[in-house]
């Protein structure tokens, strides 16, 4: 069959990576892909929200199934596109619709959803300009640091902790009236500070039945000992140690279960990934986001995990019987070195050439904001390359990412050499 994946960062390395794996693909394409993705597939010059011109490249390319990477294409409705369209209502996207993906759309919807389905969430309330006074007053009532979250998409920025309630009000009131983070902080949610352990843990679901993918941990912060500002994602490993059975088994009582019951309760149709951001509070999960796709840099260490042809899984959630399909997961542990432009996440340096890619010996390199330029293979993105390393224990895993990374060259490269130290 002939597979399309929408995106282009290393979370989409990573799928066609393992898709290309797999016997059932005769044919891989990547709209838009990156310099490194070509390698597995096919890549096609489209954008992710070009809907028009994706309809396209699918019936030129005589697509049987779309896999969609990243969020935004999902919240404006791409899977709703293709069921609209006669021409493609009967070709398989994995990805929700824009009613599901509005549990990562809008922070105010999903924790509403929270609320109706008793999952396990810090207490929030949620503010708009005409509401600011309320906002203002209820501020105090919920200790420091105070969570700020931007109701909609804001490319991973919109989420500010406020040390001081003096901050907070400043805060607020940027957001709220002076469109800090333009129409996505048109709403505000005000959420109490949990203090714990965050990790994330995938489902795959066809709306009924699920699977419960390997546990992962990503590093936010773009300085070692997790100081400085925050990014798309520094690194990441799995499994997560203090993940086990019996944690993990919380998680799927309390959340996981309770989410998909909520969505067919309510009468959501849902096709895809559910990322679940959690934090660990003494031993128990709390929930503090969903995404409607998989994370990056998670997905990079997640999916060499994954013992399974990741063909059949996505049948199985198109075809509604994933239930049937065979899933195992591999005892080693992975671990994700981002490697960054200089600069990141602030203005930073673009069009380096990179080398030493051919060096690394043990590690697998998703690329992610590269661009082929004759030869040369640049530095166009923020987050650059995402090097891998998939061994017995965690310590080997990440001294081995990390030596990879270190044999890697362009202008300004940085990356951060203490990713996991926190688990081991």
């Not at 799928?15 to 290309?20: D, I, M, P, V």
């Amino acid at each position: 069959m002939n597979i399309l994946i929408l995106g282009s960062g290393g979370r989409e390395s990573a799928f066609a990576w393992k898709l290309a794996q797999s016997p059932k693909c005769d044919k891989l394409f990547i709209a838009p892909g990156n310099a490194g993705t070509g390698q597995y597939g096919t890549n096609i010059n489209i954008g992710v929200n070009d809907f028009e011109g994706i309809k396209q490249a699918v019936l030129s390319n005589n697509i049987d199934l779309v896999l969609v990477g990243p969020e935004e294409p999902l919240v404006r409705g791409v899977h709703d596109f293709f069921l609209n369209d006669e021409q493609l209502k009967n070709i398989p996207v994995i990805g929700p619709q824009r009613e599901g993906a509005q549990l990562e759309g809008s922070k105010d919807f999903s924790k509403q959803f929270m609320t109706r389905h008793h999952i396990p969430a810090a207490a929030s309330q949620t503010f708009t300009a005409d509401t600011l006074q309320e906002g203002l007053a209820y501020l105090p009532t919920i200790g420091l640091p105070i969570v700020l979250k931007a109701d909609g998409l804001a490319a991973g920025k919109g989420v500010l902790i406020c040390p001081t309630l003096a901050e907070a009000e400043q805060e607020l009131k940027e957001m709220l009236t002076e469109a800090k983070f333009g129409a996505a902080s048109s709403k505000v949610v005000i959420e109490k500070f949990l203090s714990g352990i965050e990790l994330s843990v995938f489902v795959l679901t066809d709306g009924d039945n699920y699977k419960i993918l390997p546990s992962a941990k990503d590093y936010k912060r773009i300085g070692e000992g997790d100081t400085g500002l925050n990014t798309g994602g520094m690194g990441s490993v799995s499994p997560v140690p203090f993940a086990d059975a019996a944690f993990i088994k919380k998680v799927e009582d309390r959340i996981i279960i309770p989410t998909i019951n909520g969505l067919k309760q309510e009468g959501i149709p849902y096709k895809g990934f559910i990322f679940i951001g959690l934090m660990n509070v003494g031993g128990d999960p709390y929930m503090i986001e969903y995404n409607c796709r998989m994370g990056d840099p998670e997905t990079e260490s997640v999916l060499p995990r994954i013992e399974a042809d990741l063909v059949d899984l996505l049948l199985g959630v198109a075809n509604g019987n994933l239930n049937q399909v065979d899933f195992a997961v591999s005892d080693k542990v992975a671990a994700t070195v981002v490697c960054v432009a200089g600069g990141y996440p602030g203005e930073y340096l673009k069009n380096k050439a990179i080398s030493g890619i051919e060096n690394v010996r043990g590690s697998h390199v998703f690329q992610a904001g590269t661009t082929q330029s004759g030869e040369d293979i640049l530095a166009t993105g923020g987050r650059v390359l995402m090097v891998t390393a998939l061994r017995d224990n965690m310590f080997d895993a990440l001294q081995q990412a990390t030596a990879d990374a270190s044999r890697i060259y362009y202008d300004g490269c940085y990356f951060r050499k203490d990713i996991g130290f926190d688990l081991i």
